[in-house]
Nanobody
Framework: QVQLVESGGGLVQAGGSLRLSCTTS????????MGWFRQAPGKEREFQAV????????DYAESVKGRFTISRDNAKNTVYLQMNSLQSEDTAVYYC????????????????????WGQGTQVTVSS
């Protein structure tokens, strides 16, 4: 079992920044990749960024490239999502996810690629 807890969401003005954290616990050694997704009301869960756990490989959704940065601190068992130049369209609940199986393909961008999820943290960007 792997447990994930997100934090760092909140209300920010357009053009501002937030850093989300996802702290992991449990069978951390079984994690292959960690991803961030978001879900706005009435929309499907959408891939944002992914990072491999053992080698430093990352990938991003086109809509956030250059604005969002995913990183990890293995010593703290934590993955981060630095979000800059936030826009109203970024308003959503943000979820982190972990995959404990070798991904069939890189990057794993679909929710079904992940088998553990956090509870989500709300990000609201006011215009």
């Amino acid at each position: 079992q792997v447990q994930l807890v997100e934090s760092g969401g909140g209300l920010v003005q357009a053009g501002g920044s937030l850093r989300l954290s996802c702290t992991t616990s449990g069978r951390i050694g079984s994690i292959y990749t960690m991803g961030w997704f978001r879900q706005a009301p009435g929309k499907e869960r959408e891939f944002q960024a992914v990072i491999s756990w053992n080698i430093y490989k990352t990938d991003y959704a086109e809509s956030v490239k250059g604005r969002f940065t995913i990183s990890r601190d293995n010593a703290k068992n934590t993955v981060y999502l630095q979000m800059n130049s936030l826009q109203s369209e970024d308003t959503a609940v943000y979820y982190c996810a972990a995959n404990t199986g070798l991904p069939a393909a890189w990057p794993p961008k679909t929710p079904r690629s992940y088998n553990y999820w956090g509870q989500g943290t709300q990000v609201t960007v006011s215009s």
